[in-house]
């Protein structure tokens, strides 16, 4: 608290009820990293706050992602710390039943976050020894907040915000409805209409199956190399698979028993338009943390003619798009798969732990704490396994403190009793 008392002291606080003290850690963001973090802190007995700029708690989930999206892993590897999936769950769970594992889990470790508190700043005061986080209602009220306390959980994940590139003509010219993959809930407003889908990964894929099972006439921009694995290879996981090679063999050997076993179901994948990258699928995953596709049906699609492979684009007219071959294709609209991005470095004022790019600087398995007390939750690129190692790292890295600091105080409390006793 002395801390508290100099920080206060330092500014004029004209008005005290807009600064809160938080007796424990604040934990910005309630998706999946924020509430496994908040969950393994309730554990270690520290208090804490949430802070959500959404209305919901996995706002990702609930509000951007399309109706079919599943799980792309095994449910073992994707539940979060000391909470399995209910056992009648499928091994890949839907987006609704995803949604309910969550709510349950939040109810389960008693985690209510601060809903419409959008971070706009937060920073280190080095007088006090303090994390100031200032925040806005996204509500009606607009009402304006300061949160003041000793450690900062980063958590607002690798995906918080859209990312639309820029394209010749896009947003002047054309047209027809452009909406990005987070927009996209479903192909059946789609069907008999020619969409274009611009970007080749998970969502790109399953966006563009989607629309094939819809009926629609889907197109899908692949500008550069993927590697598409089958999601399950004998029945089992391929990332389990890879998980298992990897203790085994290097991983050069891992990469190419990998690629023969896709070969071998997905078959050669170049005569459809889709060329490998010259690094191996796991190899690219640790340098680059570009995640391979996983097929779920969409190959099927597009060896059967029902998605066409198309290369860059050029521009966009009116009504059709140019491709960088010269080819023109007529257009009632485009789904821009084009991936997310980190919005850290928009409000987190340090430069010590996030580098530009919104990333923690050091990579897995040392990215989870930085200096201060700043910790990052989520920012693996491994997914729902990697935000629930920081979570478990970060809540006994504060519980220890917490642990240590309230021994010393009941100590102080009860030699000053003694002393007053003595005294009389």
Not at 180 to 195: A, D, F, L, Q, W
Not at 241 to 249: C, D, G, N, T
Not at 414 to 421: A, N, Q, T
Request: charged share 25%.
């Amino acid at each position: 608290m002395e801390n508290m008392f100099r920080l206060m002291g330092s500014e004029d606080f004209s008005d005290r009820r807009r600064c809160i003290w938080v007796n424990g850690p604040v934990i910005v963001g309630a998706g999946p990293s924020g509430l496994a973090t908040a969950a393994c802190l309730r554990e270690e007995g520290v208090p804490f706050v949430v802070l959500e700029r959404a209305d919901c708690i996995a706002s990702l989930w609930q509000k951007r992602t399309y109706d079919r999206i599943k799980l792309h892993l095994p449910k073992k590897v994707c539940q979060l710390p000391k909470m399995p999936f209910p056992e009648h769950y499928p091994e890949y769970p839907t987006k609704r039943q995803f949604i309910e594992y969550l709510e349950s889990y939040a109810n389960k470790f008693d985690i209510t976050p601060q809903f419409n508190e959008c971070v706009q700043s937060a920073r280190y005061d080095e007088t006090s020894g303090l994390w100031r986080i200032k925040t806005t209602s996204s509500s009606s009220s607009g009402s304006e907040m300061e949160y003041i306390c000793r450690w900062l959980v980063v958590a607002t994940g690798e995906n918080a915000e859209k990312v639309i590139p820029e394209i010749d003509g896009l947003t002047t010219e054309f047209n027809g409805e452009v909406v990005h993959s987070c927009e996209y809930k479903s192909g059946e407003k789609y069907r008999g209409k020619s969409v274009l889908v611009v970007g080749c990964g998970n969502s790109g894929m399953e966006v563009s199956l989607d629309l094939a099972n819809h009926n629609a006439n889907a197109s899908m921009v692949v500008r550069s190399s993927v590697h598409v694995l089958p999601r399950e290879i004998l029945g089992k996981s391929s990332f389990e698979i890879s998980v298992m090679l990897m203790k085994w063999f290097p991983l050069w050997l891992v990469d190419k028993i990998l690629l023969i076993l896709a070969w071998l179901i997905l078959g050669n994948l170049t005569k459809y338009g889709l060329k490998r990258p010259k690094m191996g699928p796991m190899e690219l995953k640790i340098v680059s943390g570009k995640t391979p596709v996983l097929d779920i049906g969409a190959m099927d699609k597009i060896k059967s003619g029902e998605v066409e492979i198309v290369p860059g684009i050029r521009r966009f007219s009116r009504s059709q798009v140019e491709l960088v071959d010269g080819q023109r294709l007529d257009l009632d609209a485009v789904v821009l798969a084009t991936g997310y991005r980190s919005n850290v470095p928009s409000w987190l004022q340090e430069n010590d732990l996030f580098s530009k790019n919104g990333f923690p600087k050091s990579p897995f398995p040392n990215a989870w704490k930085g200096k201060s007390g700043l910790y990052a939750a989520g920012f693996t690129r491994k997914g729902l396994a990697g935000a629930s190692a920081d979570a478990v790292n970060i809540a006994k890295d504060i519980g220890n403190v917490w642990r240590e600091e309230t021994k010393r105080q009941k100590m102080r409390t009860r030699v000053g009793h003694r002393r007053c006793i003595s005294v009389a």
